[in-house]
């Protein structure tokens, strides 16, 4: 028997895994998934089993590999720690994102850091884990024996231990913290033999008790047409066993999550387990609440806020069986859930699900992947499926994969969609008005006080890069071979373009003869207010009885600070909550009659060419807090750009006026769906050295994209574009200069980029991230 193992060393040169033979005395305890001992090269190395065969010809990556030169496995360190898709997956994302295969095997590794080899003074290796302890607890039940014990009359303790239990076993913990000191009452019913006590392992980060009362989720007693239509689809999908797609395209609260619970019970009965990914900011109680009060104690859950005990805990409840339904962030993909028989993606068009940081891999790109190796379904949901999404179910497959769209156009019951006001900015500043509350939304704000209702007020300043505004006209300077909006530099008084490197010189208003490019006017200005000036204003604008909650970065630090937030608007009689786009997502507080948004212009003017689609996104899903419960919402937007066909889209509830718009706009400029974009990126101390490096990178990259291409149509070509510095062109002391690769769709790009770094090698002081499908061009 042979092993393919990947070595624990994180070079991009060890891109492959490494054939070893497996001795007969290990024959018996090896597994794909076990970490061994190998060695490599002179010294001894820890590695990891991916996969098994009877001859190292049939070992992924060792076709070429020759039977007699393999060493043999030295010893087995740890039995599989990892799910059944660590090998061929890690495989996948290490050449698909460009990325250290030992890197991306670790993604499938148990929580608590990286485990390391040591030497015993005997001069034998042992893994040394990095050390949590577990912890356990004492549970206390009635033994059969109880039915004939009668206690001493006196011994009221043991009557209220018996009467405890009566209902099932209970922890030691609680029972002492029902009744102050029980130990004496359960040492003397064990040694009769009427109660016993078992230790076992306790799951830390189970416990999050909340007060918000849409935590939990009682079953409709009638699904809405849509999610009959919706759930159909899924269970084809369950039979079929072709790892399906199914995108779930459902207005806010249309019931998106009732599907997929109705969908989990289906593959729980077939004795599989499911999956379901979530955005961070969206892992709060009242989601996990959701999941926890339909199944119980069968979920494990993931988020950044864990700490490494309740990490760890939740992590072996999956290992050990404990848990067959996780709900977590992108990285809930990677744990050893055994027989996975679906996989969910909340707000599949987040961006949150694509890893900043190397392996920078995508969610939903890795869930398609498994679900096509696993033959599973995967559900996409979201009310604004992204660009890619909605391309491929056009298309109706994917590189081989069928995808399929099923609508949820209505909420159920008597809650409708809110109504939209746009208020025009420019017509309030010609009015000569300088308040940052427009008349209909100051209006809106006395109306909400005057009923007792509760506001939701959206200001989002994320990715925020200064550019400039006609405040007469809306006009925004956008770079004439890009068509994303232009960044302000305030020091060389020039606009610049990020992704092309075009350079304009401008001089924005007070500066005599500033002039806007479309109406002339002087008023062409840089934008900039925050969320705590508005704070200000509410506070100063509003009566003393009513609340104003802030919810941004700043306020929102301490462990539980989001959901004490939360939990005091909940509370509160009349209240407003104005916040970043954290406030946009996911709350379901009935009592929210108005949502207003301070700015939309912000989210329109990204200098992004996704800026269009995640704006309808933001303004979506805020517009969608408003108006859940009995009363009727209505949403007011400020903006300058009126006419945006984001604004558009969102004031009809129409999104194909804003998708048509996009995909030509997007098809035309060689943008994704249509095209792969690749972002390669440069950082080092020396501006001039980073020039060179990105240079020759650069240059390699477009020779090996040229061989490549060499059979394909002149329009179907990969090319590069810059390279050029970044819209952040410095951070942490670090010159930033990138150049992007647009490539058609199922073009290898990856392997081209990484046989040119290979060429150019590693430099001393020079750092180079490969960012394949790229969200983050800033
Ligand atoms: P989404 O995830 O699509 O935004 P939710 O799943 O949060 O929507 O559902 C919105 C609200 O509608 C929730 O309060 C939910 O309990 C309720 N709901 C979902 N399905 C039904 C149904 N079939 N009948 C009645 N109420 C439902
Ligand atoms: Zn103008
Ligand atoms: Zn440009």
Not at 41 to 57: E, F, K
Not at 165 to 185: F, Q
Not at 387 to 406: K, P
Not at 532 to 555: G, H, K, N, T, Y
Request: hydrophobic residues 40%; neutral net charge.
């Amino acid at each position: 028997m042979y092993a393919a193992v990947v070595v624990d060393i994180p070079a991009r040169a060890l891109s492959e895994p490494f054939a070893y033979a497996v001795p007969a005395h290990l024959a018996d305890d090896m597994a794909v998934g076990c970490t061994v001992l190998v060695a490599f090269g002179h010294r001894p190395a820890l590695g990891y089993v991916i996969a098994l065969a009877p001859a190292v010809s049939e070992l992924p990556g060792a076709a070429d590999l020759d039977e007699a030169r393999v060493r043999p496995i030295e010893a087995i360190l740890s039995p599989p720690v990892c799910s059944e898709f660590a090998g061929p997956v890690s495989l996948w994302i290490s050449r698909e994102y460009v990325a250290p295969l030992s890197e991306c095997l670790r993604l499938f590794l148990p929580p608590g850091g990286t485990p390391r080899l040591r030497k015993d003074e005997d001069g034998s290796y042992r893994l040394e884990r990095p050390a949590v302890p577990e912890v356990h607890e004492r549970v206390v039940s009635l033994c059969p024996q109880a039915a004939d014990y009668e206690p001493p009359v006196r011994a009221t303790r043991q009557r209220q231990l018996i009467e405890a239990l009566s209902c099932g076993p209970v922890t030691t913990r609680e029972l002492n913290l029902l009744y102050t000191d029980m130990s004496p009452a359960i040492r003397a019913l064990e040694r009769r033999g009427v109660v016993r006590v078992d230790e076992r392992r306790a799951w830390r980060g189970c416990d999050d008790g909340t007060t918000l009362s849409s935590a939990r989720a009682a079953a409709p007693a009638r699904l809405t047409s849509g999610q009959r239509e919706a759930l159909a689809a899924i269970e084809g999908a369950i039979d079929a066993h072709a790892g399906d797609v199914i995108v779930v395209d459902g207005v806010t609260g249309s019931g998106k999550t009732e599907v997929y619970l109705s969908a989990i019970d289906r593959v729980l009965a077939l004795g599989k387990s499911a999956c379901v990914l979530v955005p961070e900011i969206s892992l709060t109680a009242q989601t996990v609440g959701r999941f926890r009060s339909r199944f119980g104690g069968t979920v494990a859950v993931f988020h950044s806020r864990l700490s490494a005990g309740e990490r760890l805990d939740q992590w072996d409840m999956v290992r050990t069986g404990a848990a067959r339904v996780v709900v977590g962030a992108r990285s809930a993909l990677f744990c050893p859930l055994a027989n996975l028989g679906l996989i969910v993606i909340d707000e599949e068009h987040e961006q949150s699900y694509k890893q900043g940081s190397s392996p920078r891999y995508h969610a939903r790109e890795v869930a398609a992947h498994m679900a096509r190796v696993g033959g599973f379904p995967l559900v996409l949901g979201s009310a604004t499926p992204s660009a890619e999404a909605l391309a491929r179910c056009r298309a109706g497959s994917h590189l081989g994969q069928t995808w399929r769209r099923v609508e949820m156009p209505e909420r159920p019951g008597a809650s409708r969609l809110p109504e939209i006001v746009v208020a025009d900015l420019r017509r309030e500043f010609s009015q000569g008005a300088r308040s940052m509350f427009s008349r209909p939304l100051y209006d809106a704000l006395m109306e909400v006080v005057q009923r007792r209702e509760k506001a939701v007020l959206l200001h989002n300043r994320r990715g925020f890069a200064p550019f400039l505004m006609c405040r007469e006209c809306g006009c925004v300077p956008t770079c004439d071979h890009c068509s994303t909006a232009l960044t302000y530099h305030e020091r060389t008084h020039t606009l610049e373009c990020h992704t092309c490197g075009a350079v304009y010189h401008v001089r924005p208003y007070p500066a005599p003869g500033s002039a806007c490019p479309r109406c002339g006017s002087r008023y062409l200005a840089k934008m900039g207010m925050g969320t705590q000036q508005i704070e200000d204003a509410l506070v100063a604008m509003l009566p003393d009885d009513v609340e104003v909650i802030r919810m941004d970065a700043d306020s929102t630090r301490g462990k539980d600070a989001h959901k004490r937030l939360l939990e005091q608007f909940d509370a509160a009689e009349c209240a407003v909550l104005l916040g970043t786009q954290m406030i946009a997502k996911g709350l379901d507080f009935p009592e929210v009659t108005l949502v207003g948004v301070v700015l939309a212009d912000y989210a329109l003017k990204m200098p992004d060419f996704r800026a269009s689609e995640r704006a309808y996104d933001l303004l979506e899903q805020v517009s969608g807090r408003a108006g859940r419960g009995e009363h009727p919402g209505r949403v007011i937007i400020q903006t300058y750009l009126p006419d945006d066909p984001v604004i558009r889209a969102v004031a009809t509830h129409d999104r194909a006026v804003l998708v048509d718009h996009e995909a030509k706009q997007r098809r035309e400029a060689l943008y994704p769906p249509y095209v792969r974009l690749t972002n390669v990126l440069v950082r080092g101390s020396y501006e001039r050295e980073v020039q060179r490096y990105i240079g020759e990178l650069a240059r390699l990259v477009s020779d090996g994209l040229e061989r490549a291409a060499a059979g394909l149509p002149e329009d179907a070509r990969p090319f590069i574009m810059g390279p050029t510095s970044c819209v952040i062109e410095r951070a942490k002391d670090s010159y930033r200069h990138h150049f992007i690769v647009k490539s058609p769709i199922g073009f290898d790009v990856s392997s081209v980029i990484a046989s040119a770094l290979d060429t150019v090698g590693a430099r001393r002081g020079i750092s180079v991230s490969v960012d394949v499908d790229a969200y983050d061009l800033m």
